[in-house]
Antibody
């Protein structure tokens, strides 16, 4: 069955960096776009980033553009989110989410999430 | 960016009731709209995509509707485990955006 499992969450200081990973299984990873979606405490869902099936295209929310970088390793079925210059408002649960085939589509399978806390 | 406005913010209903919630887009999303159910402590769950299409395994009491930039999610006969927050999301253009959510409470 389709599974996506995040790891790498934790506590980081403001202006610090953190990399989240997502291990995918149960589907042909290299055919699908992948997303990161976050939820800050007490807030709603916020789409963060998408990477196309082959890594050739990346898209970001305005709130993270220039600070976050999404990447993937199709040989290892892995998705990554490099987060730099972290701010207090980046504190959230970060979900890895499968998108549609190739360049995007509806978000169907969600991981449980990795918590990131930005605090001094 | 496309803004999605959901209403109501909270909804309280009884088991067996028919409930409808709305999602209004600030501009056309071409029907590329999904609905998600999110229970606390769980991963969000896809219910509806392409405005009307029921995701595999989702009970048929859930249905989606659309009229231009106005979208609806209807639950035909409310069940106890439908208590959750429901989000709409557009995937027509980047950045993808979510509505602020409708919290559904069971009386």
């Amino acid at each position: 069955q389709v599974q996506v499992v995040e790891s790498g969450g934790g506590v980081v200081q403001p202006e610090g960096s953190r990399t989240l990973s997502c291990a995918a299984s149960g589907f042909t990873f290299s055919k699908y776009a992948m997303n990161w979606v976050r939820q800050a405490p007490g807030k709603g869902l916020e789409w963060v980033a998408l990477i196309s099936y082959d890594g050739s295209k990346e898209y970001y929310a305005d709130s993270v553009s220039g600070r976050f970088t999404v990447s993937r390793d199709n040989s290892k079925n892995m998705l990554f989110l490099q987060m730099d210059s972290l701010r207090l408002e980046d504190t959230a649960m970060y979900h890895c989410v499968r998108g549609g085939e190739f360049y995007g589509g509806h978000l169907d399978f969600w991981g449980q999430g990795a918590p990131v806390t930005v605090s001094s | 960016d496309i803004q999605l406005t959901q209403s109501p913010s909270t909804l309280s209903a009884s088991v067996g009731d028919r409930v409808t919630m709305s999602c209004r887009a600030s501009q056309s999303v071409g029907g590329w709209l999904a609905w998600f159910q999110h229970r606390p402590g769980e991963a969000p769950k896809l219910l509806i995509y392409r405005a009307f299409t029921l995701e595999t395994g989702v009970p048929s009491r859930f249905s989606g509707g659309a009229s231009e930039t106005e979208f609806t999610l209807t639950i035909s006969s409310l069940q106890p485990d439908d208590s959750a927050t429901y989000y709409c999301q557009q995937y027509n253009s980047f950045p993808y955006t979510f509505g602020q959510g409708t919290k559904l409470e069971i009386k």
